[in-house]
Structures are given as structure tokens and as C-alpha cells.
């Protein structure tokens, strides 16, 4: 046998389905053995009384995509945002393609793919933003683009320089549908949340927890009954991104009773924070602030349900990393502005899994093997990497991560790497942490110390998500036949 360039020998090893004790052979890093005994190797890790799991696929991330309508600029760029996703037990990211009004989607996308040349530490995938549905972009454009491997399609229902019509939602999950990818929906009702704000800051309430009052759980729970109408009517597999409130996820649920093809994803924020840590001193809230924002602390226990019972099949971080003390940042409109104009945003590419393995350690919510489905295995299905990504096979990319289960951290931001001057989950302790990250075979996170190579990433061309390929007929204008 050729001689391993890495073993890692002793391992509890963690998938979605089952956990083991084995060791786990690498060369040219690919996972090329699993078992016992495995023969010496160049590099070992003894990972005794550790978990070994698959490297996180944090699927829902933006990176170096600063908003063109208030000026406002990310902090981190590839290099920094990859290193803390690294640090924190991700060794995959898929950020967004955002297509501006007027432009060309191949063009926003060859100018967003120069972006991680030369800084990317770990691999990553590009989800499509679609803000100007044209003729061309529709026929020609996403067509070619999904056949290049861009096969997840983002559209929102809110923002206005983003927002689609629903006629518009309805002809781009018809292409979609037709050729094979996955539509991602920000779901929110934009009129209910303009009249919502115009009402609030008539009465003078101001302050940063009135986000939660003028996003209402009514406001996403609406807004996700009509996309996965738009989805039943177009017969196309959507995914619901950032659930904030227990009523969408309850119509995420009703949609999956009546086997439709509704994929759900919540995010840290929301089943960590509650509408309290909106209010607190002064702009203090501002860090807690995006959009859905976190609510009620009964809404937090629904969505914690939901991830119990498999309504949501993937927990992203939903990472947007605006700082505080920057006037290109959360303050971009000024020094003391009203909530609707506070960037919205928080950053937790790097706490995103230690928050949840800590959950699953105390196994009262979810155990590894789901914390593994939801964070790893279930992201790489659902956006056409599986099984290169997402899991620890043989033929698989050797992305492991090392976890300390006794390792007790409590977070603050001068122990993160992604660039921030804040992190709004300060305070939270958790149990255990990343104590090895690797990424196809290359340890580039190890006691303490990051060890990667800025521009060793490489994108990934994405297959066919699983979710959209049915094998179902449909007619030449991509309608489904009755």
C-alpha cells in the first residue's frame, strides 16, 4: 500500500448516520481508508477521546458583498472570513453572486470570482443573487450558468432594490425548475414591514428593538406561505433561508406534511438570541441587528423545536459582517439613526458550530449525528456537493475537524478571526471547540494556531442539487404535466 500522508488514529468518528471508532487514512486528500491499525502515515494526529467529524459547510455566508445603496462595506474579505470559518470547524463556504439592476449575471458573476483569488484558506461554492430577471438573464444566462455549476438561485421578497414581483419569483423557478437547480427565498413581506416602519417612527419608536416590531412573526409567516405557494404552483424545490419566527416554520412543516419540496434553514442568531439583546443600552442593540431579526423567547423555543423534529434541515450562519465602530459599517446612515437604518447584519461564521456541538453535547435538543446532518451532510445534498463534501467516506475530501468535547470557552471577540469588532454572542459559554481543522488533507488549524496558505481554496462547481432532480416531466414551456 502507498504510504498515507496523514492518518488520524484513534477517532470517534461522527457522520449523519452512525458513530464509529476507526482511524482515517488521507493521500492526496482524498479519505482512502477507514478502519483499525491503519498503517504509519507521513503526518499523524492522535485523536483519542476526541470527535472527528466532517468540516462544516456554512452554506449561507456574504463575503466582500458591500450594499450599493447605503454605502455600507464588510469588514472581512475572503482571506479573513475563510480563516475564522477555518478556526471554528468550516471548511467550505458558498457566499452570493449579487446581480445588480441592469447588469449582466455573467458579468456580476466573473467579477465577484476574482474576489477569493489568492486569499481563500478553504473551498467554497457561489450561490446566484437574481435582482433583474430579463429576458436574456432567464433564457440565456442562469441556463448556462447552472450548467457551469451555479446551481442554487437566490430571490427576495423584500428589499427594494432586490425584491422580485411574484410573477417574476414564478419565471425564475420555472427556469430553474426546468434545468435542475435550487431556489433560495428570503421570505418577508416588504409592504407589511414599510407600513410597519412608517408607523413606529411616526410614534417616535426609534430604537433598535422596534426591528423586531415592524418584522414580526406575521411578516415571515405570510411571506412563506406565499412562497411555497409560488413553488407548488411552479412544481420547483425551494429553501426557505434564515427562519426567524415558530409560525414560518410552522408553514415550512404544513408544506412538508403535504409531501411539497420545502427545504428549511434558521441560523444561530435565532436560536441563541431573543429580542431582549435588541434592547440594551443606547445603539448597543445594533449588534444583535439583522433581518428577520431574533424575537420572543417563546418564538425561540418553537424554532428549537423545529430543529428537533427535522423541519429545518440546515443551520447556517447567515454571516454579514459589518462593525460597529465604523461609519462604513452598522452606522453607515449616521451616528444615531432609527432602526430601519442601522445596517443590517450580524458576523458567526466562527461560532456558528461551536454554539450547536455544544447543544448536541448535552444531547437534550439534538445529538452529533443531527448537529453533523444539519451543519455538514444535509448542505452538501441539498447544494450538489455531497459526496465529495459533507461527510467522512472513502473517495471523500479529507475536510476533518478535531473537536475537544471538554474544552469549555466562554465567547469574545478578541478570540475570533473574522475581522470584527464585536461578536453579538458575547458571553455565551459553550463546551467544547475545534481543536484540528483539515482541509483536503492540509491541517491549516491546529492548538491554537492557524497553519493554511492564503489561495489554497478552490471553488467548487456544484452538481444538480438533489432536491431538484426528480425525474418529474415537464412540458417545453416548464410547466409540470397534470
Request: net charge negative; hydrophobic share 40%.
Amino acid at each position: 500500500m502507498t504510504e498515507l500522508d496523514l492518518v488520524v488514529r484513534n477517532a470517534t468518528v461522527v457522520t449523519a448516520d452512525e458513530t464509529i471508532q476507526s482511524d482515517i487514512g488521507v493521500k492526496d486528500g482524498k479519505i482512502v481508508s477507514l478502519g483499525p491499525n491503519l498503517p504509519a502515515a507521513t503526518e499523524e494526529i492522535d485523536a483519542r477521546d476526541k470527535y472527528v467529524l466532517p468540516g462544516g459547510i456554512d452554506s449561507h455566508v456574504h463575503i466582500e458583498q458591500d450594499s450599493a445603496e447605503t454605502g455600507a462595506k464588510t469588514a472581512a474579505d475572503f482571506l479573513s472570513t475563510t480563516v475564522s470559518a477555518a478556526c471554528g470547524g468550516t471548511t467550505t463556504l458558498i457566499p452570493f453572486v449579487r446581480q445588480e439592476k441592469g447588469q449582466s449575471l455573467r458579468e456580476a458573476v466573473n467579477t465577484y470570482r476574482a474576489r477569493p483569488e489568492g486569499k481563500a484558506v478553504i473551498d467554497y461554492a457561489l450561490h446566484l443573487i437574481i435582482t433583474d430577471p430579463s429576458a436574456n438573464v432567464l433564457n440565456q444566462e442562469i441556463p448556462a450558468l447552472i450548467e457551469d455549476g451555479y446551481t442554487s438561485i437566490k430571490v427576495y421578497m423584500t428589499y427594494r432594490a432586490m425584491m422580485l414581483s411574484d410573477y417574476q419569483i414564478l419565471e425564475v423557478m420555472s427556469v430553474a425548475r426546468r434545468h435542475g437547480a435550487l431556489v433560495m427565498v428570503h421570505a418577508e413581506n416588504a409592504d407589511c414591514i414599510t407600513w410597519l416602519t412608517e408607523k413606529l417612527l411616526e410614534s417616535g419608536r426609534v430604537a433598535p428593538k422596534f426591528k423586531a416590531v415592524a418584522h414580526q412573526p406575521a411578516v415571515e409567516r405570510e411571506a412563506t406561505h406565499r412562497a411555497i405557494t409560488l413553488g407548488e404552483i411552479s412544481d420547483t424545490p425551494i429553501l426557505i433561508v434564515h427562519v426567524a419566527s415558530g409560525e414560518a416554520a410552522e408553514m415550512i412543516r404544513w408544506a412538508q406534511s403535504r409531501g411539497l419540496k420545502v427545504i428549511g434553514e434558521t441560523c444561530p442568531q435565532y436560536l441563541f438570541l431573543t429580542e431582549a439583546d435588541l434592547d440594551k443600552e443606547g445603539l448597543e442593540g445594533a449588534k444583535s441587528l439583522c433581518a428577520p431579526p431574533p424575537g420572543s423567547p417563546e418564538n425561540r423555543e418553537a424554532l428549537w423545536q423545529a430543529m428537533s423534529n427535522g423541519v429545518f434541515e440546515i443551520y447556517s450562519s447567515d454571516h454579514a459582517a459589518f462593525r460597529y465602530d465604523d461609519a462604513h459599517g452598522k452606522f453607515v446612515n449616521g451616528p444615531n439613526p432609527s432602526f430601519n437604518r442601522i445596517t443590517n447584519g450580524v458576523p458567526g461564521v466562527e461560532t456558528r458550530m461551536p454554539l450547536l456541538f455544544s447543544e448536541a453535547l448535552k444531547g437534550d435538543r439534538i445529538d452529533l449525528n443531527r448537529f453533523v446532518a444539519v451543519t455538514a451532510t444535509n448542505p452538501a445534498k441539498t447544494y450538489g456537493l455531497f459526496p465529495r463534501k459533507g461527510t467522512i467516506a472513502v473517495g471523500s475530501d479529507a475536510d476533518l475537524v478535531v473537536w475537544d468535547p471538554d474544552r469549555k470557552v466562554t465567547i469574545s471577540v478578541d478570540q475570533l478571526h473574522d475581522g470584527m469588532d464585536y461578536t453579538p454572542f458575547d458571553g455565551l459559554d459553550v463546551q467544547g471547540w475545534p481543536e484540528v481543522t483539515i482541509s483536503r488533507g492540509d491541517i491549516i488549524w491546529q492548538g491554537g494556531e492557524f497553519t493554511g496558505t492564503p489561495g489554497r481554496g478552490s471553488f467548487l462547481p456544484c452538481d444538480r442539487p438533489a432536491p431538484a432532480n426528480d425525474g418529474d416531466v415537464l412540458d417545453d414551456a416548464g410547466v409540470p404535466r397534470p
